[in-house]
């Protein structure tokens, strides 16, 4: 599977968890699920990733964390807020240059609809 296909299927499997549980929820249960659905389709999943900062020839735990990453290529970074900020970009843009990973969505699961809160944002690397 390509990194494209990945991220439909990424997709398609948060709408599912969506539609099922509804805006509202805290974003670890939306988390635990949409790993659940990937899981269930036997992709590798690792949540809440420890994600250090390299500053100068030292590793500092920081403690910033992943929300999830798929496949050691996808990261998703959930988030349950009236709307998506810049600030969320940012995150993700730094966590994605930091791994050296090339996609990555930001998911508000606070929203009626999900592809209303869904936000790709790829890292040229």
Same mark, same amino acid.
């Given at each position: 599977?390509?990194?494209?296909?990945?991220?439909?299927? $990424?997709?398609g499997?948060? =709408?599912?968890?969506h539609? &099922?549980?509804?805006p509202? %929820?805290?974003?670890?249960a939306? *988390?635990?699920?949409?790993?659940?659905e990937l899981?269930?389709?036997?992709?590798?999943?690792?949540?809440?990733?420890?994600?250090p900062?390299?500053?100068?020839?030292?590793?500092?735990d920081?403690g910033?964390r992943?929300?999830?990453? $798929?496949?050691?290529?996808i =990261?998703?970074?959930?988030? &349950?807020?009236?709307?998506? %900020?810049?600030?969320?970009?940012? *995150?993700?843009?730094?966590y994605?240059?930091?791994?050296?990973?090339?996609?990555?969505?930001?998911?508000?699961?606070?929203?009626?609809?999900?592809?209303?809160?869904?936000?790709?944002?790829v890292?040229?690397?």
């Amino acid at each position: 599977m390509n990194i494209e296909e990945l991220g439909n299927t $990424v997709i398609g499997a948060a =709408i599912k968890v969506h539609r &099922t549980l509804g805006p509202g %929820l805290l974003e670890s249960a939306y *988390q635990k699920c949409l790993d659940y659905e990937l899981r269930k389709m036997g992709l590798r999943i690792e949540c809440e990733l420890t994600l250090p900062i390299q500053y100068e020839a030292v590793r500092i735990d920081a403690g910033y964390r992943i929300d999830m990453i $798929v496949e050691e290529l996808i =990261i998703i970074e959930n988030k &349950t807020v009236e709307r998506l %900020l810049p600030i969320h970009e940012a *995150q993700l843009l730094t966590y994605l240059k930091m791994r050296g990973c090339r996609l990555g969505y930001l998911l508000n699961w606070n929203v009626p609809m999900l592809k209303d809160g869904i936000k790709r944002l790829v890292n040229n690397l």
